[in-house]
């Protein structure tokens, strides 16, 4: 299974972004599909989560700015983001918790190559 992000850049504050991340491989199902960030010199921080029981969870800082939205059929996990703040700048990952072939039962969580995300003031 693999997890490939994009839509990362440079943006002013109070601009927008979107990002996204694609699950692809043997794939049997997908339980959750979440965004971490991660500052230099910080802690890698939760974003935003949605399960496939359609529970959603996002971080204090981001609450009300981002969204996170899943295509089910494009197994592809999506982040809007407005409102951007210098503070969000940082190298965002997308993370998923997949069923597959290596693991039919339980889901095994991966990691996509991080983008970075930069918010000029």
């Known amino acids: 299974v693999q997890l490939q992000a994009s839509g990362g850049g440079l943006v002013q504050a109070g601009g927008s972004l979107r990002l996204s991340c694609s699950a692809s491989?043997?794939?049997?199902?997908?339980?959750?599909m979440a965004w971490y960030r991660q500052a230099p010199g910080k802690q890698r921080e939760l974003v935003a989560k949605?399960?496939?029981?359609?529970?959603?969870n996002y971080g204090d800082s981001v609450k009300g700015r981002f969204k996170i939205s899943i295509n089910n059929d494009k197994n592809t996990v999506y982040l809007q983001m407005n409102s951007l703040k210098p503070e969000d700048t940082a190298v965002y990952y997308c993370?998923?918790?997949?069923?597959?072939?290596?693991?039919?039962?339980?889901?095994?969580?991966?990691w996509g190559q991080g983008t970075q995300v930069t918010v000029s003031s």
């Open positions: 993370n998923a918790g997949v069923r597959s072939a290596e693991s039919p039962i339980y889901p095994r969580y991966y």
């Open positions: 491989g043997s794939i049997f199902g997908i339980n959750s």
């Open positions: 949605r399960t496939s029981a359609r529970t959603t």
